[in-house]
């Protein structure tokens, strides 16, 4: 059944977001910390434990894969209702504040690949 | 024509299928056909939702992008932070611990570096340089 993958991936979802939350009080933040990280770290768990004990059937898979598929939308659709408008009004400090780290990191990359080809080799 | 608007604001996260996948089409061939796939599809449509964003912010006056025109409210479901977070926790579906093991060090430097840009020190200098960035924040 196709809707049982959805439903562990619901699931994992669910007990990430409740941790996350939890951190967030322990941590004295008004926030979900790490949330979707824990989630996602118990689909791969439950994922592996499942394949192992050969419960996980191919139609399973494939209602997960559909939430996969629907990631790009999903972001579109959020770009779509930003507050563009605001952004760009209140001057360019919003626009800067996006394309300068994401300049910075860009040029790290190679640094970085360098670094992790030489990793490797070792 | 009344009724059809009602029934756009009626079935709004169907609407927003709809449009997303429209936007999503038109991106890919504007990629195929005009930038012979030098820039992907999605990077495309992502802009062309802020550019659709930015129409209905100055159209309506509202905060909510395109979500503010009339029948495209669904917008906020299917954008909206449930199915954003839903459809990320999904990714992990193909991953391996053992891929993650292989990107090691490097992975977990590159992750905080990435955080450390973003989050920390350019938004930093930029309200230090000028503190009109809050306004934009949300409270």
Known sequence: ?122 | MQYIFDIFVKNGFVVALLVTGVIMYVSSQVSEKITLKKIPGSAIAIIAGLILAYIGGVSTGGKNGAADIVGLSGLTILGGSMFRDFTIVSTAMGASFLEIKKSGVVGILSLFIGFYFHFLLVPQLLLQWGTRMLKVLPP
Request: with cysteine.
């Open chain 1, 1 to 122: 059944m196709l809707v049982y993958g959805v439903a562990i991936l619901a699931g994992c979802y669910l007990i990430g977001q409740i941790i996350g939350q939890l951190l967030g009080r322990v941590l004295n933040i008004d926030a979900n910390v790490g949330g979707v990280g824990f989630a996602m770290l118990f689909l791969i768990l439950v994922n592996q434990w499942m394949h192992r004990k050969k419960w996980f059937t191919k139609e399973m898979e494939s209602g997960i894969e559909f939430w996969n598929k629907m990631y790009i939308p999903v972001i579109v659709a959020m770009s779509s209702i930003q507050n563009v408008k605001g952004a760009i009004s209140s001057g360019m400090v919003a626009v800067l504040a996006g394309i300068i780290p994401t300049a910075i990191c860009f040029f790290m990359i190679p640094y970085i690949s360098k670094l992790s080809k030489s990793k490797m080799k070792d």
